[in-house]
């Protein structure tokens, strides 16, 4: 069983939910579904494996600065595959 990832609340209120995520290597979320449309913000470089709902693999190759922005409803775990610690900024809106 992976370690795993250390999420640290910045803001949440009515209108946002911000969190960085910080993933030790092989560190994952835990599989999950987003309740809201979001933002990521990669402050390193590398690359994190998916796990979706029917268990396939997918890989995303994230560079620091470089956001990106998902819809509501995506189910995944989220696993670090690199040999160095991970962190990501998500920032979910909430309305």
């Known amino acids: 069983m992976p370690n795993s990832a250390q999420p640290t609340v910045q803001v949440d209120n009515a209108k946002i939910r ?5 993933f030790a290597a092989g ?11 979001y933002v990521v913000v ?4 590398g690359v994190l494996q998916m796990l979706g ?8 190759n994230l560079v620091a600065g470089q ?8 189910e995944h775990d989220v696993i ?3 040999t160095t610690e991970f962190v990501f900024v998500e920032v979910e809106i909430k309305g």
């Open 42 to 45: 990669p402050m390193t470089t």
């Open 80 to 82: 670090n595959t690199n």
């Open 18 to 22: 911000i969190t960085e995520w910080r």
């Open 67 to 74: 956001s990106y922005f998902r819809e509501a409803g995506v």
């Open 53 to 60: 709902p029917d268990k396939k693999s997918s890989t995303a």
């Open 27 to 37: 560190a994952a979320t835990g599989y999950h579904r987003h309740e809201y449309d």
